[in-house]
């Protein structure tokens, strides 16, 4: 533990803190009545309002469109299964700039619904909400059809034989069951968009602002480290609570059900009713998550001759001091790095939360892995610059800030990828070998890594996808020389001119398929049979 512990304190913990003090203390005193004043303002209370809501809102409306899809891919088998059960989870896995970029070409000026009936939605709740959908639905599906799948249908099946119309015999039989994945799945949705940061900053313009938009607007815009500082500590207590509960239901949800193998089943649907369900979710899914990535390849092709991508060659000194094209090199090298760095301190928490004789101090740890996908990632990235900045840390300067502040996002990705194989490693099979003379290297070279090398490179392929699309911490640590394809993104839509739009829809779509790939990769070692959560 001692080197994720270290890495998480000087990395996250001190940035964060050194924000919260710059913020609140001052003249050697702390001003803590700053918070209460912050919190007084009208449209500081305007922010928290709607950052909550539009959780909400989003939350229930992932769920009433997702959970027909987690039935579906849980219950049917039919041709193309897995491979469309791929291309759902494609939107989680794409950076926030690239979904509101997408839901812009869609809903925006110029777009798809503009160009045919003359109808914008950029700039409206709906947006919002509808890009939250895109890009949580995945979610819903691989948890709680993850669950749905492991589910018993006998037992429904023998309620309805009593006399149970099929309605109630699902409601007493298999809701209490789900209960916990879609609580649990609820919760991460609500988290998701609790923190929205790139959709909201690029979908709701100036009249719609969430907490993470607000700590980037105060930090970057007004310099009011002070406002900064206590939003950040509101959106840190309310994400602690989120991941509490969390944990909870997930407990809950590991400890409460007997479960079956999920190849058994899944059947090919059976009656009008099920075909017309089935119909409906890929009608669903096609228009909600394939029409919006369809039109930005679309937008990104209609200059001649592939001409927007030909554009990124050259050098433009207004926006970039490269020409937009070296964005790509640079977000693979820097991601390439953030998984390394990524994948061993993540692989070091995983094997000391494995084991059994693992203190409660050590599984307390587990819960405060999960912080930095909660916590303003905008925090983290301003902090980096205002904290390491002297001797022995003086970091500004060097090209390993980026991969450091991604990595804090892969990190808990490894963890949950890696953790319950390792708990489900025999641990007779290490001590025979220790017994045999082996020293604790060697028992993880020989006994452990052949059995979780496949969960490793899915740890790997999670932490690089992820840290390709990091943006909130980035936009502020990026060099101009040396930006990343998110960051890349954000600036040309920021600029007027067809030019610029249009090479932010040739960049969106090149981070799109790189992403794309990447998961599709990470499906083939999952394995075809193989169900279970993100």
């Given at each position: 533990?001692?080197?994720?512990?270290?890495?998480?304190?000087?990395?996250?913990?001190?940035?964060?803190?050194?924000?919260?003090?710059?913020?609140?203390?001052?003249?050697?005193?702390?001003h803590l009545g700053r918070i209460a004043d912050v919190l007084g303002?009208?449209?500081?209370?305007?922010?928290?309002?709607?950052?909550?809501?539009?959780?909400?809102?989003?939350?229930?409306?992932?769920?009433?469109?997702?959970?027909?899809?987690?039935?579906?891919?849980?219950?049917?088998?039919?041709?193309?299964?897995?491979?469309?059960?791929?291309?759902?989870?494609?939107?989680?896995?794409?950076?926030?700039?690239?979904?509101?970029?997408?839901?812009?070409?869609?809903?925006?000026?110029?777009?798809?619904?503009?160009?045919?009936?003359?109808?914008?939605?950029?700039?409206?709740?709906?947006?919002?909400?509808?890009?939250?959908?895109?890009?949580?639905?995945?979610?819903?599906?691989?948890?709680?059809?993850?669950?749905?799948?492991?589910?018993?249908?006998?037992?429904?099946?023998?309620?309805?034989?009593?006399?149970?119309?099929?309605?109630?015999?699902?409601?007493?039989?298999?809701?209490?069951?789900l209960a916990p994945a879609v609580a649990a799945a609820a919760l991460?949705?609500?988290?998701?968009?609790?923190?929205?940061?790139?959709?909201?900053?690029?979908?709701?313009?100036?009249?719609?602002?969430?907490?993470?938009?607000?700590?980037?607007?105060?930090?970057?815009?007004?310099?009011?480290?002070?406002?900064?500082?206590?939003?950040?500590?509101?959106?840190?207590?309310?994400?602690?609570?989120?991941?509490?509960?969390?944990?909870?239901?997930?407990?809950?949800?590991?400890?409460?059900?007997?479960?079956?193998?999920?190849?058994?089943?899944?059947?090919?649907?059976?009656?009008?009713?099920?075909?017309?369900?089935?119909?409906?979710?890929?009608?669903?899914?096609?228009?909600?998550?394939?029409?919006?990535?369809?039109?930005?390849?679309?937008?990104?092709?209609?200059?001649?001759?592939?001409?927007?991508?030909?554009?990124?060659?050259?050098?433009?000194?207004?926006?970039?001091?490269?020409?937009?094209?070296?964005?790509?090199?640079?977000?693979?090298?820097?991601?390439?790095?953030?998984?390394?760095?990524?994948?061993?301190?993540?692989?070091?928490?995983?094997?000391?939360?494995?084991?059994?004789?693992?203190?409660?101090?050590?599984?307390?740890?587990?819960?405060?892995?999960?912080?930095?996908?909660?916590?303003?990632?905008?925090?983290?990235?301003?902090?980096?610059?205002?904290?390491?900045?002297?001797?022995?840390?003086?970091?500004?300067?060097?090209?390993?800030?980026?991969?450091?502040?991604?990595?804090?996002?892969?990190?808990?990705?490894?963890?949950?990828?890696?953790?319950?194989?390792?708990?489900?490693?025999?641990?007779?099979?290490?001590?025979?070998?220790?017994?045999?003379?082996?020293?604790?290297?060697?028992?993880?070279?020989?006994?452990?890594?052949?059995?979780?090398?496949?969960?490793?490179?899915?740890?790997?392929?999670?932490?690089?996808?992820?840290?390709?699309?990091?943006?909130?911490?980035?936009?502020?640590?990026?060099?101009?020389?040396?930006?990343?394809?998110?960051?890349?993104?954000?600036?040309?839509?920021?600029?007027?001119?067809?030019?610029?739009?249009?090479?932010?829809?040739?960049?969106?779509?090149?981070?799109?398929?790189?992403?794309?790939?990447?998961?599709?990769?990470?499906?083939?070692?999952?394995?075809?049979?193989?169900?279970?959560?993100?």
């Amino acid at each position: 533990m001692a080197v994720p512990v270290a890495f998480f304190a000087v990395f996250f913990a001190y940035p964060v803190a050194a924000i919260v003090r710059r913020g609140l203390h001052a003249d050697g005193a702390w001003h803590l009545g700053r918070i209460a004043d912050v919190l007084g303002q009208p449209d500081i209370r305007h922010v928290l309002w709607f950052t909550t809501w539009q959780a909400l809102a989003s939350t229930a409306l992932t769920l009433l469109v997702a959970l027909p899809g987690a039935y579906v891919f849980a219950r049917f088998d039919f041709p193309g299964r897995q491979v469309l059960r791929a291309v759902v989870t494609v939107p989680f896995v794409l950076p926030t700039v690239v979904v509101g970029t997408a839901f812009l070409a869609l809903l925006g000026r110029g777009g798809l619904l503009d160009e045919l009936w003359g109808v914008r939605l950029d700039t409206t709740v709906w947006a919002i909400l509808l890009a939250h959908v895109f890009f949580n639905y995945a979610v819903v599906v691989r948890t709680v059809g993850g669950l749905w799948a492991q589910l018993d249908p006998r037992q429904e099946e023998a309620a309805r034989m009593l006399g149970a119309p099929p309605l109630t015999a699902w409601r007493t039989v298999t809701l209490p069951a789900l209960a916990p994945a879609v609580a649990a799945a609820a919760l991460m949705v609500f988290l998701f968009t609790f923190t929205s940061f790139g959709v909201v900053q690029i979908l709701g313009g100036p009249a719609f602002s969430t907490l993470e938009v607000e700590i980037y607007r105060q930090t970057s815009e007004i310099f009011d480290l002070s406002t900064a500082a206590v939003l950040t500590l509101v959106q840190f207590l309310c994400v602690g609570a989120i991941l509490a509960v969390h944990a909870w239901t997930v407990r809950r949800r590991e400890t409460a059900l007997k479960l079956v193998d999920a190849s058994t089943t899944a059947r090919r649907p059976r009656g009008a009713g099920q075909w017309t369900l089935l119909a409906a979710v890929l009608a669903c899914v096609a228009v909600l998550l394939l029409l919006p990535l369809a039109v930005l390849v679309q937008r990104s092709l209609t200059a001649p001759g592939f001409g927007y991508y030909r554009a990124l060659t050259d050098a433009d000194g207004g926006t970039f001091l490269v020409a937009p094209i070296h964005a790509i090199g640079a977000s693979l090298s820097y991601a390439a790095a953030a998984t390394a760095i990524a994948v061993a301190i993540g692989s070091l928490a995983a094997a000391a939360l494995a084991r059994r004789d693992a203190g409660r101090l050590v599984r307390g740890f587990d819960a405060l892995l999960m912080l930095p996908l909660g916590v303003s990632a905008v925090t983290v990235g301003f902090g980096f610059l205002i904290a390491l900045d002297a001797p022995p840390l003086d970091l500004r300067k060097s090209w390993i800030l980026v991969p450091l502040a991604q990595a804090l996002v892969g990190v808990p990705f490894v963890v949950r990828t890696m953790l319950p194989v390792l708990r489900a490693v025999d641990v007779r099979l290490r001590e025979a070998a220790a017994v045999l003379g082996a020293s604790p290297w060697r028992v993880w070279r020989e006994v452990d890594l052949p059995l979780v090398r496949r969960a490793l490179l899915v740890a790997a392929g999670f932490a690089f996808a992820v840290s390709l699309g990091e943006f909130g911490a980035t936009v502020f640590i990026a060099r101009p020389d040396n930006p990343t394809l998110p960051v890349a993104v954000a600036r040309l839509l920021s600029r007027p001119g067809d030019l610029n739009y249009g090479q932010a829809m040739a960049l969106s779509t090149i981070l799109m398929v790189v992403c794309a790939v990447a998961l599709l990769v990470l499906e083939k070692l999952r394995g075809a049979d193989r169900t279970g959560e993100l």
